[in-house]
């Protein structure tokens, strides 16, 4: 009897090489799924850096609407939060953000009238995720401005 109850009880239990095994297994497949989503965490960013130029742009039409024109290069996006103190005033302003958006990496976006890129007049972009202005990372309204007007 008392050997059949060794038996099951030894077989009940795991070894610690068993309890090695699967916690490498575990770290494996854990390590492998950190992997993968870090190109999808990226991929995030840049659509949330879509949708922030295209909100911002809409905001600069409204801008544009109210007060004939949009606001300099020297007045940028802070024009859209506080009424500017420096010519061409706006007669019409009023507040159309909360807060001059940031990227998703914490830059501030750039925003250049007359446009260097964009066939829309004016550029609005991220530096990208290097925060360098003028390589190849910069994501900008001159993406989507051959498909709108």
Same mark, same amino acid.
């Given at each position: 009897?008392?050997?059949?109850?060794?038996?099951?009880?030894?077989?009940?239990?795991?070894?610690?090489?068993?309890?090695?095994?699967?916690?490498?297994?575990?770290?494996?497949?854990?390590?492998?799924?950190?992997?993968?989503?870090?190109?999808?965490?990226?991929?995030?960013?840049?659509?949330?850096?879509?949708?922030?130029?295209?909100?911002?742009?809409?905001?600069?039409?409204?801008?544009?609407?109210?007060?004939? @024109?949009?606001?300099?290069?020297?007045?940028?996006? !802070?024009?859209? $939060? *506080?009424?500017?103190?420096?010519?061409?005033?706006?007669? #019409?302003?009023?507040?159309?953000?909360?807060?001059?958006?940031?990227?998703?990496?914490?830059?501030?976006?750039?925003?250049?009238?007359?446009?260097?890129?964009?066939? @829309?007049?004016?550029?609005?972009?991220?530096?990208? !995720?290097?925060? $360098? *202005?003028?390589?190849?990372?910069?994501?900008?309204?001159? #993406?989507?401005?051959?498909?709108?007007?």
């Amino acid at each position: 009897m008392h050997l059949r109850q060794r038996q099951r009880h030894h077989h009940s239990a795991f070894t610690l090489i068993e309890i090695v095994i699967v916690l490498t297994i575990i770290s494996i497949l854990a390590a492998g799924s950190i992997y993968m989503l870090k190109g999808n965490v990226d991929v995030a960013k840049e659509t949330r850096v879509e949708g922030d130029i295209q909100n911002i742009a809409t905001q600069l039409q409204l801008y544009e609407a109210r007060n004939l @024109r949009l606001p300099t290069t020297e007045q940028g996006l !802070k024009a859209l $939060v *506080e009424k500017p103190t420096t010519e061409p005033l706006p007669e #019409r302003w009023s507040q159309l953000l909360e807060a001059v958006p940031k990227d998703p990496w914490g830059n501030a976006y750039h925003y250049r009238i007359p446009a260097q890129k964009s066939k @829309r007049g004016y550029d609005l972009f991220s530096s990208g !995720k290097d925060g $360098v *202005e003028g390589n190849e990372d910069d994501i900008g309204n001159w #993406r989507a401005s051959d498909a709108a007007p």
